[in-house]
């Protein structure tokens, strides 16, 4: 099992750019999370999908940032316009139904410039 | 709601000697209770779960942790610490009652682990 596949694995890019993040969850895993690590906030959970709906955005910052899972293997977070408070690691991480374990990516380090 | 505390961002300990990592959390419903390690640059790995089973629960490099319902407790043990234990450590303990928080996992803010030679 290839495990949870994030890109890129590094982004830098300059305010007001449009950023997306890709996520590929473990095959057969119904659950999907993004999350974001600062050294400030630790790690906060933003949205999390099942069977590719969005169940729960109440962590998503603000109105710039959105995100889709338009199938099972496939999600993106998008940050449009991206500043530099965005900089930061975005997990993704995927389970299965029944199954309480979070298996994580190798996360996507963003610095906003 | 849900919370989890860890005693103590920072850990020194030298190889070989005891590693205790503290948590503990708050929960309205049984908890799911999880420890992760981070290695520099690197997602994060299960260590070891709780999920109302033994209490004293093992997981992999030799760690373990016990769950103390009386002292919300969940702390993280390993007999003898080795080099390459050095990492970030995060407590995390999981929504399992109904709604849109079921399954949510809510971390704490994590303890960075030094082993010293």
């Known amino acids: 099992d290839a495990g949870v596949i994030q890109s890129p694995r590094h982004e830098v890019t300059e305010m007001g750019q449009e950023v997306t993040l890709r996520c590929k969850p473990i095959s057969g895993h119904d659950y999907l999370f993004w999350y974001r690590q600062t050294m400030m906030r630790g790690l906060e959970l933003l949205i999390y999908f099942n069977n590719n709906v969005p169940i729960d955005d109440s962590g998503m910052p603000e109105d710039r940032f959105s995100a889709k899972m338009p199938n099972a293997s496939f999600s993106t977070l998008k940050i449009q316009p991206s500043e530099p408070r965005d900089s930061a690691v975005y997990f993704c991480a995927s389970s299965g139904t029944g199954r309480e374990t979070q298996y994580f990516g190798p996360g996507t380090r963003l610095l906003v410039l | 709601a849900q919370s989890v505390t860890q005693l103590g961002s920072h850990v020194s300990v030298s190889e070989g000697a005891l590693v205790l990592l503290r948590c503990n959390y708050s929960s309205s419903v049984p908890p799911y209770l999880f420890w992760y390690v981070q290695y520099p640059n690197q997602g994060l790995q299960l260590l070891l779960k709780y999920t109302s089973a033994a209490t004293l629960v093992k997981g992999i490099n030799g760690f373990e942790a016990e769950f103390k319902k009386s002292e919300t407790s969940f702390h993280l043990t390993k007999p003898s610490a080795h080099m390459s234990d050095a990492a970030e450590y995060f407590c995390?303990?999981?929504?399992?009652?109904?709604?849109?928080?079921?399954?949510?996992?809510?971390f704490g803010q994590g303890t960075i682990l030094t082993v010293h030679p």
């Open positions: 995390a303990v999981r929504y399992n009652a109904g709604g849109t928080s079921y399954g949510k996992l809510t």
